[in-house]
């Protein structure tokens, strides 16, 4: 009997050795066939990306969605600290600093794969110098446009609670005399319509004539990794300098993504004809007047700058790879 019982305990612990075996054979096929299914869906992903461009595409509006999320994000911080909390929470600085530190961090996540423009005019601007293809302006505008409004979408939610406990002084919360400001531009009440437009005009002239010795090749071009680093201290400059007017938006996406999100989410379409505000048609001079700075720029670093060149130099930076980020 006690044979018979060995021999049936063996012949178990045979069997459920077995079973394991076949358990490891079978979870080893299982992963295989499932890093199989990864890379094949894996692999027609990147076609498809590569198929419709959508790589430059996401690379501008997830750039553009930490710009605008980063530098709003300190502006709301500042606003909504003043009353909403006991404690100070920045100043104008805080919102200078905050929109240079997105930019550089938006340069360095997509400036390998677009050049990170996160701006309609630095768009326009590269096209008309032909860094860029004109097929390309209308999606990289596109881009830039759903960024902006992704970022207000998350400022609000992040910061909701706190938009309606700010204390307005007798205005709604959710209005252009409160906390609109928080997302879009809105002039001084001493500005003028020519003086606003002339201050975004001139801002953006500043950034793209800042960004065409910054990016270079035959000028004094710095580095490569040093680029996003420059341009977010640029952007900080000019804020520094020329910020109170009207907010310094000197970009089209960052001032029109989000105040059509506010026309959305309560403020009321007041964000677009401000009966409130001294200049009650304001909303379209952030949107043109980069746009023609950003033109303007790019004649005068031409004519002033790239034009004269010397053609060795222009030659011995060709023969080098001294080549800007290839976007045709």
Not at 46 to 68: P, Y
Not at 118 to 130: E, K, Q
Not at 294 to 312: N, Q
């Amino acid at each position: 009997m006690a044979d018979k019982d060995s021999s049936k305990k063996g012949r178990l612990d045979f069997g459920s050795g077995g079973q394991n075996a076949s358990s490891d054979h079978f979870a080893l096929k299982a992963t295989k066939e499932f890093d199989k299914a990864v890379a094949l869906i894996s692999s027609i992903w990147i076609k498809f990306i590569a198929m419709i461009h959508a790589r430059e595409f996401l690379a501008e509006m997830f750039a553009t969605f930490l710009l605008v999320t980063i530098g709003n994000g300190a502006v709301a911080q500042v606003i909504l600290g003043a009353t909403a909390s006991s404690f100070d929470f920045g100043s104008q600085l805080s919102i200078n600093l905050g929109y240079g530190l997105g930019g550089m961090i938006g340069a360095f996540m997509a400036g390998g794969v677009t050049g990170a423009h996160m701006n309609p005019a630095v768009t326009l601007a590269m096209a008309l110098r032909g860094k860029l293809n004109w097929l390309k302006v209308i999606p990289y505008w596109v881009a830039q446009f759903i960024g902006a409004f992704l970022s207000s979408v998350m400022i609000f939610g992040v910061y909701h609670d706190a938009l309606y406990a700010v204390n307005c002084h007798g205005s709604a919360q959710l209005s252009v005399n409160c906390t609109a400001g928080i997302f879009a531009s809105y002039p001084q009440p001493y500005l003028s319509l020519g003086t606003g437009f002339m201050d975004q005009f001139f801002g953006t002239f500043l950034l793209l004539l800042g960004i065409f010795g910054i990016t270079d090749t035959n000028n004094n071009e710095a580095k490569q990794g040093m680029k996003p680093v420059l341009v977010g201290l640029l952007i900080t400059a000019i804020g520094l300098s020329f910020g109170l007017n009207c907010g310094y938006a000197i970009n089209p996406a960052r001032d029109f993504g989000p105040r059509f999100f506010t026309a959305i989410a309560g403020w009321g379409w007041d964000v677009f004809v401000c009966y409130e505000c001294h200049i009650k048609q304001w909303w379209w001079v952030p949107i043109i007047a980069p746009l023609v700075g950003a033109s303007v720029a790019t004649l005068v670093y031409w004519v002033f700058i790239e034009a004269l060149h010397p053609k060795s130099t222009t030659k011995k930076n060709e023969e080098e790879g001294y080549t800007p980020v290839p976007t045709e």
